[in-house]
């Protein structure tokens, strides 16, 4: 993990459920709101971090960790107690050593790119035919607009209880979105509903694939193809960031002219996700709403490449049912 991976809120919180994974509950003056000294707490953590350190990092409990962070992921509202905890400095140098330990033991295809060939779509996730996804992604860009000038009458205060739209994925539902032929990605869904079935469709695509490897290739598709949504935004993600000022997401309908589909690794997901990302002239962005490994394919291009799965989840486990 390294240029600034274990930076990421995302990524913090994985960490601290790679603690509560080995040792339960981790720092129990957090979970309990027993008052303690810094130092007492530190030396809580430490212990727990040298429990971890000293286990092998296997292929369950990372994952499991990850799974845990993602789902906690939450762009409306302010950071709970643990996630202010972790940006404490001396918090963030107890947690060093498990941050570098875990970056030299990630799954291979956390880095990985699309592999078009192998993918499931999952109900729920989308499915329009090919000539229509243009007409689905100007309705999306009128519709963004639109919220954008009713947001004009919201308040002015940062702070005043208001929430409207916070993501920044191309949100029409009928858009696909994919994940790779494999059963770890079905735990890997943001603030999860917490279903224990699914029904994945194998598929395979065609068209140019643009990586989101990490927080400077989101910045650069802002950039790019730039999408004021301030007044729309500002509120929810003040709370999330504490961030105040200009907001822009990718405009999506002008990005498909360029490419076909993109795709978000799980580091790329673990740098930038729920972060205020500068894109410039005091504009900011966030990637919300984007579950880690997960490839939006903006013009639809996909073909059934075999029978519907369902697949059952027994506690942490996917098998086929």
Do not use: K, N
């Not at 033991?105 to 000539?131: I, K, M, N, T």
């Amino acid at each position: 993990m390294t240029d600034g991976v274990e930076d990421g809120p995302r990524t913090r919180r994985m960490l601290w459920g790679l603690v509560e994974e080995r040792t339960g509950p981790a720092c129990w003056a957090v979970r309990t709101g027993r008052p303690v000294g810094e130092q007492a707490l530190l030396d809580e953590l430490g212990t727990a971090v040298d429990a971890v350190l000293r286990a092998p990092l296997d292929g369950r409990v990372l994952p499991a960790a990850l799974a845990h962070a993602v789902d906690l992921a939450r762009y409306w509202q302010e950071p709970d107690e643990i996630d202010h905890l972790l940006t404490r400095p001396a918090v963030r140098r107890v947690m060093a050593p498990l941050a570098a330990r875990v970056a030299v033991s990630p799954p291979r295809w956390w880095s990985e790119p699309c592999e078009p060939a192998g993918q499931w779509l999952v109900d729920g996730d989308g499915d329009v035919a090919p000539e229509a996804a243009a007409g689905e992604l100007d309705r999306w860009r009128r519709d963004t607009l639109d919220d954008e000038e009713r947001a004009a009458t919201r308040p002015s205060d940062v702070r005043a209880p208001f929430s409207g739209h916070w993501w920044s994925t191309p949100a029409p539902s009928t858009l696909p979105s994919t994940i790779r032929a494999d059963p770890a990605g079905l735990s890997l869904v943001e603030d999860s509903p917490g279903r224990s079935t699914e029904t994945c469709r194998p598929v395979s695509a065609q068209g140019r694939v643009l990586e989101i490897t990490g927080a400077a290739d989101w910045v650069d598709l802002v950039r790019a193809h730039p999408l004021e949504v301030t007044r729309s935004r500002r509120h929810d993600w003040w709370r999330a960031t504490g961030v105040d000022g200009r907001w822009s997401i990718p405009d999506w309908a002008a990005v498909a002219r360029d490419h076909d589909a993109v795709h978000l690794t799980v580091r790329g997901y673990l740098q930038a996700a729920g972060v205020a990302l500068p894109v410039g002239d005091g504009t900011h962005t966030v990637l919300a709403g984007w579950d880690p490994d997960r490839t939006w394919w903006l013009t639809g291009r996909l073909r059934a490449a075999g029978e519907p799965q369902r697949w059952v989840r027994t506690g942490e486990v996917w098998a086929r049912g």
